[in-house]
T-cell receptor, first 117, second 112 residues
Framework: GAVVSQHPSRVICKSGTSVKIECRSL??????MFWYRQFPKKSLMLMAT?????????EQGVEKDKFLINHASLTLSTLTVTSAHPEDSSFYIC?????????????FGPGTRLTVL | QKEVEQNSGPLSVPEGAIASLNCTYS??????FFWYRQYSGKSPELIMS????GDKEDGRFTAQLNKASQYVSLLIRDSQPSDSATYLC????????????FGQGTTLQVKP
């Protein structure tokens, strides 16, 4: 069964609105989660590392004020796309490392497809 | 030079054949290696992990790792049309950040 969930699976919003995406680890605790975005026919691009109890670590070129990350508990991380614009339309995927697995092993959520009109 | 390189394909094989997917990486001290399968419109699914040199088999899948050559591969035996997907190679490097570095993926087409 799924070990990482995401909600919503799909969202359509108007330009200028904010959208929140939730990522939950279902049967394990995750002090770290990762947020990716993926454009059509492209590979995953890591946006940021979400850290429980501390600030997220953003990858170079990712706007911190536009993509707000909050790691509220050991099982929940949220990504808020603020003032969304059509160029933010993408497939957003979170992942969490499972401590019982090997080093670096990550499990991915089902993804959230965001369409900004 | 990209950190993790894959041939984007598409790689086309007939049903029942062996599909061979290859990946090279640049960080010599990388420790962990993963193959993910991604169907169109879906998120990646972990299918194999390998940590030491040699072969690791799981059903129809075999991962091969050669750290000296900085090369990891995935063999799929008795390929089925349902194996048609993009296969992503991911490497966990020497840092303690837990981050994975992904290749661009190889698209596999298995033709009936």
């Amino acid at each position: 069964g799924a070990v990482v969930s995401q909600h919503p699976s799909r969202v359509i919003c108007k330009s200028g609105t904010s959208v929140k995406i939730e990522c939950r680890s279902l049967d394990f605790q995750a002090t770290t989660m990762f947020w990716y975005r993926q454009f059509p026919k492209k590979s995953l691009m890591l946006m940021a590392t979400s850290n429980e109890g501390s600030k997220a670590t953003y990858e170079q070129g990712v706007e911190k004020d536009k993509f707000l990350i909050n790691h509220a508990s050991l099982t929940l991380s949220t990504l808020t796309v603020t003032s969304a614009h059509p160029e933010d339309s993408s497939f957003y995927i979170c992942s969490a490392p499972r401590t019982s697995g090997g080093a670096g092993e990550q499990f991915f959520g089902p993804g959230t497809r965001l369409t900004v009109l | 030079q990209k950190e993790v390189e894959q041939n984007s394909g598409p790689l086309s094989v007939p049903e029942g054949a062996i599909a061979s997917l290859n990946c090279t990486y640049s960080d010599r001290v990388s420790q962990s290696f993963f193959w993910y399968r991604q169907y169109s419109g879906k998120s990646p699914e972990l299918i194999m992990s390998i940590y030491s040199n040699g072969d690791k088999e799981d059903g129809r899948f075999t991962a091969q790792l050669n750290k000296a050559s900085q090369y990891v591969s995935l063999l799929i035996r008795d390929s089925q049309p349902s194996d048609s997907a993009t296969y992503l190679c991911a490497v966990h490097g020497s840092s303690n950040t837990g981050k994975l570095i992904f290749g661009q993926g190889t698209t596999l087409q298995v033709k009936p």
